[in-house]
Nanobody, 124 residues
Framework: DVQLVESGGGSVQAGGSLTLSCEVS????????MGWFRQAPGKEREAVVV???????VYAESEKGRFTISRDDGKSTIYLQMDYLKPEDTAIYYC???????????????????WGQGTQVTVS
């Protein structure tokens, strides 16, 4: 079975940093498109950033320069380094995988068919 388990969420003051981790089992992360998504209360789920199997990345415009995705294939883990956090970054953050997934914009993505349970990030 495929499992994605996020960790690293928490509460932080505006301007601070957090690093999220997503441990993956049941698939080879180096062969998949991996992504981070978030959903704030009352809002649709949106894409934050994805990285594909050849390390091409796509970031949502509002996260460029603040967030960084990375992948450790040996540990089968995806990371999201978040810096200069803002209150509007408050959301549940999800990790997802898809063999032929794509992200076009933060609200336009497809093909992510394996999801984690999410981790809460609160910025005040």
């Amino acid at each position: 079975d495929v499992q994605l388990v996020e960790s690293g969420g928490g509460s932080v003051q505006a301007g601070g940093s957090l690093t999220l981790s997503c441990e993956v089992s049941g698939l080879d992360v180096s062969r998949y498109c991996m992504g981070w998504f978030r959903q704030a209360p009352g809002k649709e789920r949106e894409a934050v950033v994805v990285v594909d199997s050849v390390d091409l990345t796509v970031y949502a415009e509002s996260e460029k320069g603040r967030f960084t995705i990375s992948r450790d294939d040996g540990k089968s883990t995806i990371y999201l380094q978040m810096d200069y956090l803002k209150p509007e970054d408050t959301a549940i953050y999800y990790c997802a995988a898809g063999a032929r997934a794509r992200m076009y914009t933060e609200n336009n993505y497809r093909g992510f068919d394996a999801w984690g349970q999410g981790t809460q990030v609160t910025v005040s």
